[in-house]
């Protein structure tokens, strides 16, 4: 039977013969995409993609619309987080934000 040290051995290099072929692979599943996609006219932006290679990009929050209003005009949703300067001061003065509310 095989010693552990071996088996890492033979493990390192058939990762390193997987990652070998995935690269050969690689170029040619490319050239192809790149093949259909001029065939058919097909851009980056038609796939949902940014600007090619961004990747898992996240979509951008919508802000949500504004529960209060403070003193000088300032506007807050009051949703989770650090609450805003102007808020922390309304409370620390012992005051309701129920006054502020929109």
């Known amino acids: 039977m095989a010693t552990y040290s071996e088996l890492m051995a033979q493990a ?3 990762m390193a013969q997987a ?4 690269k050969n692979e690689l170029a040619g599943v490319i050239a192809d995409i790149k093949a259909k996609m001029k065939q058919y006219g097909i851009t980056v932006a038609d796939l949902g993609g940014a600007s090619g290679g961004g990747g898992g990009k996240r979509a951008a929050k919508t802000a949500a ?3 209060y209003r403070g003193p000088n005009g300032e506007l807050w949703a009051g949703g989770p987080g650090r609450k805003p300067q102007w ?6 003065a012992g ?3 129920d006054a ?3």
């Open 65 to 67: 619309a504004p529960k």
């Open 95 to 97: 005051k309701n934000l």
């Open 87 to 92: 808020v922390r001061d309304v409370l620390a």
């Open 100 to 102: 502020y509310r929109i």
């Open 19 to 22: 990652e070998q072929a995935r």
């Open 12 to 14: 390192q290099n058939l």
